[in-house]
């Protein structure tokens, strides 16, 4: 005979540690779930012919009955307790690679644990030991051992603040001794290992991004060999595209560089090479596209307006306005970027709203393709529906051009209208409704007075489409 154990079976001490962790998260895990968790678990050992249930069967029977079912309790469940959170020390005089030498070293110096828990840091980038924290973090997510993950949160003012997400796992140790080969601290790894990068990347914008990383990671040595790789590509790339995808990069670097004490002055030559080769070569890249590129170059053009906006400079700034003139006034422009143009010179306020309305009603005229005319309408107000709100003239000319469209072609054209009015929010698109219903003389003045002409039964059978062409 077998002597009875001191100790209860495994089975029942484990479904004890996951019913005790459930109720810890505020789950549900009474002590009937538990018992008949133990008898299930048993029992599939038993006709798996197995003396006693293994890790598997445990599994099965805690999702079956103290889970319901789902997954999510049993993630938890391996995180917590399969795994667990407690990590392990070597003694001090251990033997190890000098990156994880150097890097324990940083912690230590800097104050930041490696723990398994994740961690919320609130970087202020004027604080010296706070700015060496986030060179740190910049410089192992360089390395590939993302020990912290950039957040990207609203809230605090100013450009000084980062904010990191930071939890340690075991298996970084097995990338920092991969990444050794790149040298023996954390600094001169991801100096030569930016190098590298630098040497493989064919395009711009690859670059640019590269640099962005590096300078974030206070590498100057990197810095200054990726800016004679970034001259060279930009001095022989011909695609305007890359070009303009180059831009915003630099573009944040050179605005936002005081912060972290960044030299800008070899980017500041560089810049001024992409906005005079994107400005001369522009306009002939807009002409002649079709739908998918237009679509493609209306998000460039976009971009680029940001940062040269962000640039603040005025040399560019009324270089950049005369080119978006001189694509608006071309004919062989796709409807969608002659009508973001347009937008972008109205907000700059180089066009005012008569002028503004003349040119629309040419690209709404007869004269136009129909389609044409609708994909100018998208770029022009695709983003924000106030305008047509706030200005009678601009309001009036898209309304003629609504009723002038056929039955047949206005069901045609509706899925590329909704399509322009859904990027509008819903008190716009619930205003617009309101004004269309009410006519124009609903809280707004009057631009062509309808009335009391207005025929009501006929108006309320137009309703059920104006409310189908804006979306509500």
Known sequence: LVPPSPHPPISITWMTRVARLLREQDLEASSAQVIEAVRLAESLAALRNLSLPGLPEL?????????????????????????????????????????????????????????????????????????????????????????????????????????????????????????????????????????????????????????????????????????????????????????????????????????????????????????????????????SLDDDAATAMYENVNKVNNAINLLQNQEYITTWRQVLLQIADNSNVHGLISGRCCRLLLDARVLDTTEVARRMGLALSSATEPYTAAMWIEGFLKGSGLLLLHDDKLWQVLDNWVCTLSEDLFLVLLPLLRRTFATFSAPERREIGERVKNGVDGNVSNVGNYGSDINEENAVLVLPIVKQFLGV
């Open 59 to 287: 599994n099965e029977a805690t999702q079956a009955v103290m889970c319901f079912g789902s997954d999510l309790p049993m993630q938890l469940i391996h995180d917590k307790l399969i795994v667990g959170e407690n990590l392990g020390k070597v003694p001090l005089g251990t033997p190890m690679v000098p990156l994880q030498q150097d890097l324990q070293r940083q912690q230590k110096r800097l104050r930041m644990p490696a723990e398994t828990t994740e961690k919320m840091y609130d970087l202020d980038l004027r604080k010296e030991n706070d700015l060496a924290r986030s060179h740190l973090l910049h410089r192992l997510n360089l390395l590939d051992i993302p020990w912290g993950q950039f957040q990207q949160t609203r809230g605090k003012k100013g450009t000084f603040h980062e904010f990191w997400l930071v939890q340690w796992h075991p298996e970084f140790v097995l990338n920092l001794i991969e990444a050794g080969i790149w040298g023996n601290t954390i600094g001169d790894a991801a100096n030569t290992k930016a190098c590298s990068l630098a040497d493989k990347a064919s395009e711009l914008p690859a670059l640019t991004t590269l640099l962005d990383k590096v300078i974030l990671s206070d590498l100057p040595d990197a810095v200054i060999y990726l800016m004679s790789r970034l001259q060279n590509a930009a001095a022989l790339t011909s695609d305007v595209t890359h070009l303009m995808n180059a831009l915003p990069p630099l573009a944040n670097i050179m605005r936002y560089g005081n912060v972290r004490q960044t030299d800008t002055a070899m980017i500041s030559h560089v810049v001024d090479g992409l906005v005079a080769r994107i400005c001369i070569n522009l306009p002939a890249a807009c002409a």
